[in-house]
């Protein structure tokens, strides 16, 4: 139940430490949070997935969405702005 989910994306987590390029590492990430309803940080995984996949549109959306409902101040609202240059830079370069 949630305490197996809370263990599996423990092990995620630090699984991702050692692999931040692995797709389907977020991919996962991003199954367990929105099974547990942090639907901020499920956004914040999508995010990264879809920058990972070449596909700077959705990790835009991805990341605007993650920081529309990750509180201010939280550890992943950095990284959302982040992504979410990332993704815009992309964008852009992609329009050159």
Known sequence: GAEA???AQAL?????RFEPE????WRLLAVTYGREN???LAALATA???LLEGRPRDARDQARRALRLIPAGAPGQLRAQDLENQAIQELERLRE
């Open 48 to 50: 990264e997935l879809a």
């Open 12 to 16: 995620l987590m630090e699984a991702q």
């Open 5 to 7: 989910a809370r263990r």
């Open 38 to 40: 942090n639907l901020g």
């Open 22 to 25: 692995s797709s389907k590492l």
